[in-house]
């Protein structure tokens, strides 16, 4: 088969070009394997758009399969937000999605195959004993004293753990391989374990479960995976999956490559990092616009374009790194600029009246979707005597460099007239209250003819015909590069200005109408998403996805 492509080599696609040029496969199988004990984040996008995205490339299939081996941690909750986040990435599993808990038979029979060939056995250890007799990475472990157990009596023992005859810890079956490899996960690890819970998909039926290292490659055979793809710190566990294939009577032969994991500075990227935000209630959800889940990317207005270009741009290798958080916002931008409508919204409203404009009368002015994509539909957009304009795109008196409005100077309304600042009135603290303006009706779309130069250009909202708006801008979670990284607890290194909520924004007309998730741009402000779940017709909210240029890095630079 052919198997050209026009994306950026990276090892696993040669791998997988070179198994299908030489046919030690006919076609690639790979499998994203979410346990369902969290909400996916960034850093499973990567190994989705990995998996899914290779399959797709060489034709193949990709299945979504749940290792569900923990039941106490996990939750039907989990499994249909992962679902949900996998489809909304844009990628479709093969069949129906599985779950390691339905080859649950299947591996018990290969737990008493091992039995029977005298290559496991039932212990006895308490747990701290076992780790004494385990040995360190210098020293060899020390053979259990239930090592050499008689088949039979581990066969008898096995079934009793099974019957729910012996308590949580007091046995657990082990693989016999070796207990002096240098390879810790080869000494004897344990294959099953009691515990006495129901299970979110096969209920009271069992109170012994499988560990992950015996369930996850004993899966990947059953399904006939041949890429069995994974995160480095699988690399030591890779014999082990080996020799459990070797062992048992399997129906496939999966191999399993590994990849380094995905970290993006300024962010968690663990799911128990992430569930205390959630527990500790520092974020409202799961789905916290704040938060680097995929559910919380979606909400905060990421498109699932941004996030499969992001993965594809920090490529795939073997080498540890922290990827810079600016190419995630960078991902998202370039995707909004080019096709976020445009809109205006003013987040600290200043009343302006133009005094010599109608106060009944309503011009209707028709501005372009987008500058560069005559596609999207132009709005309506309604100029009235009283607009508004943001408070810090007014000053009384400025240098040259603030081209916005200055008492007794001029400024261009974006996409409609010049004014000028003729009179500021405030109130008794002094405040401005408002600003008086005349408006030059000579201008709509062209300079003024007698040569008058009018530099700046912002953006505004009828006062009358707006409509109020909560805004809520987001910002990173955290001020700190790694905020994982040393002694101090990393809920400590919160940014405390993540979420700012503004309530009487005014929004222009038409921005009502958005359907939640619907994206745009508010010109000179950033990018901006309809809420998901909040936002409605007469109660308009929206949230800002990301600035228009990085806020941070001018920080940084200054
Ligand atoms: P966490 O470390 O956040 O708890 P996990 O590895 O326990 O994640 P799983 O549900 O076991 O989460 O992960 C499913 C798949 O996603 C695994 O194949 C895992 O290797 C991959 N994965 C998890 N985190 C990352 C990451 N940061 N970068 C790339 N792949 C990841
Ligand atoms: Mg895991």
Same mark, same amino acid.
């Given at each position: ?12 696609? /040669? ?67 992962? /679902? ?86 007091? /046995? ?24 006495? &819970? ?49 062992? +048992? ?33 520092? +974020? ?22 941004? #996030? ?16 810079? &958080? ?62 508004? #304009? ?44 408002? #600003? ?20 700046? &250009? ?70 901006? &998403? ?29």
């Amino acid at each position: 088969m052919t198997t050209e492509t026009t994306k950026p080599e990276h090892f696993i696609r /040669k791998i997988l070009r070179e198994d299908l040029e030489s046919s030690k496969v006919n076609k690639i199988v790979t499998r994203f394997p979410p346990e369902p004990n969290g909400f996916l984040h960034i850093g499973h996008a990567k190994s989705i758009c990995l998996n899914f995205g290779m399959a797709q490339e060489f034709g193949g299939e990709c299945h979504l399969r749940f290792d569900d081996t923990n039941p106490e941690k996990e939750s039907e909750e989990y499994v249909q937000s992962i /679902k949900s986040d996998v489809s909304w990435l844009g990628f479709q599993w093969a069949g129906e999605e599985r779950y390691a808990s339905n080859y649950f038979d299947q591996l018990y029979s290969w737990a008493i195959e091992l039995i029977e060939k005298g290559l496991a056995y039932v212990c006895d250890l308490t747990p701290e004993q076992a780790r004494e007799y385990r040995g360190t990475l210098k020293e060899p472990g020390v053979n259990s004293p239930y090592r050499d157990r008689s088949i039979e009596e581990n066969l008898d023992l096995f079934k009793r753990m099974t019957d729910g005859e012996f308590d949580e810890g007091a /046995k657990v079956l082990r693989a016999k391989i070796d207990m002096a490899s240098p390879n810790m996960n080869m000494r004897d690890p344990i294959i099953y374990r009691i515990r006495k &819970v129901a299970h979110h998909q096969t209920g009271d039926k069992w109170c012994i479960y499988p560990m992950y290292d015996f369930t996850h490659g004993l899966s990947d055979a059953i399904e006939g995976i041949t890429h069995s793809i994974c995160t480095l710190e699988f690399e030591d566990h890779r014999p082990l999956y080996d020799w459990f294939i070797a062992n +048992v009577t399997a129906p496939a032969v999966p191999r399993q490559y590994e990849f380094a994991r995905l970290n993006v500075n300024y962010t968690v990227t663990s799911k128990r990092k992430l569930k205390r935000l959630v527990d500790e209630n520092v +974020v409202s959800s799961w789905d916290d616009p704040r938060m680097p889940t995929i559910s919380g990317m979606r909400r905060r207005g990421f498109t699932p374009t941004s #996030i499969r270009n992001f993965c594809e741009m920090i490529g795939v290798t073997r080498q540890d790194s922290v990827v810079d &958080v600016a190419m995630l916002e960078y991902a998202i931008r370039d995707d909004l600029d080019k096709n976020a409508p445009r809109a205006f919204c003013v987040l600290d409203p200043l009343p302006i009246e133009i005094t010599n404009f109608d106060e009944d009368a309503v011009e209707t002015l028709t501005l372009a979707g987008h500058p560069n994509r005559d596609d999207l539909a132009t709005r309506s957009v309604p100029f009235t005597r009283h607009i508004m #304009i943001d408070r810090a795109d007014f000053r009384e008196e400025a240098n040259k460099k603030y081209k916005r409005l200055v008492l007794g100077k001029e400024v261009r309304l974006r996409g409609g007239y010049v004014i000028r600042a003729d009179e500021v009135i405030k109130d008794a603290d002094g405040r401005i209250e408002k #600003i008086l303006c005349t408006y030059d009706a000579e201008t709509l779309g062209q300079n003024p003819t007698d040569g008058r130069k009018v530099k700046g &250009v912002i953006h505004w909202v009828s006062a009358t015909h707006g409509k109020q708006a909560e805004v809520r801008l987001y910002d990173r979670l955290f001020n700190e590069e790694a905020p994982d990284r040393g002694d101090v607890d990393f809920l400590e290194k919160l940014n405390p200005e993540s979420l700012q909520v503004v309530k009487g924004a005014y929004i222009e007309p038409s921005l009502c109408e958005a359907a939640p998730e619907q994206r745009f741009q508010f010109e000179r402000e950033g990018y901006f &998403v309809a809420d998901r779940f909040d936002h409605a017709t007469d109660a308009p909210v929206f949230n800002k996805t990301i600035g228009l240029r990085d806020s941070w890095a001018k920080i940084e630079n200054s």
